[in-house]
Each structure stands twice: as structure tokens, then as C-alpha cells.
């Protein structure tokens, strides 16, 4: 069974890339070693990961 053939494998994938890749701060990688549809939901795991900045109160 290919991963893209079971929608619950293909998120499990995509969230631990864009875990790992956020965590190593590599989100550009992810095109590189991924089907295209695991590497577009491994990007929006890894930006849904993106701590925003905060803003600075004077």
C-alpha cells in the first residue's frame, strides 16, 4: 500500500515532516524527498507550527 492511498497515513507522514522540519528550522527541504501532496500538507503542518512573534510593549 502506497502511502497517498490512506488518508490517515498520508496526514501521520505529513505531520511528522513538518514537525521535523520545522524543529530544524528546514521547511524548504521538504519538496526534495516528498511526494508533492505529503510535502504540501508537511508545509502547512509546519507553518501551522510557526510560533508568531510577540509583540514588545513599552
Known amino acids: 500500500m502506497v502511502v497517498e492511498d490512506d488518508p490517515q497515513k ?4 505529513a505531520c511528522l ?3 521535523k522540519a520545522r524543529l530544524c528550522e528546514d521547511v524548504d527541504s521538504l519538496d526534495s ?3 508533492p501532496q505529503v510535502a504540501a500538507m ?4 509546519a507553518e ?3 510560533v508568531p512573534e510577540l509583540a514588545t510593549t513599552s
Open 48 to 50: 501551522a507550527l510557526e
Open 33 to 35: 524527498y516528498l511526494p
Open 10 to 13: 498520508l496526514f501521520t507522514e
Open 17 to 19: 515532516h513538518g514537525l
Open 42 to 45: 508537511a508545509r502547512k503542518v
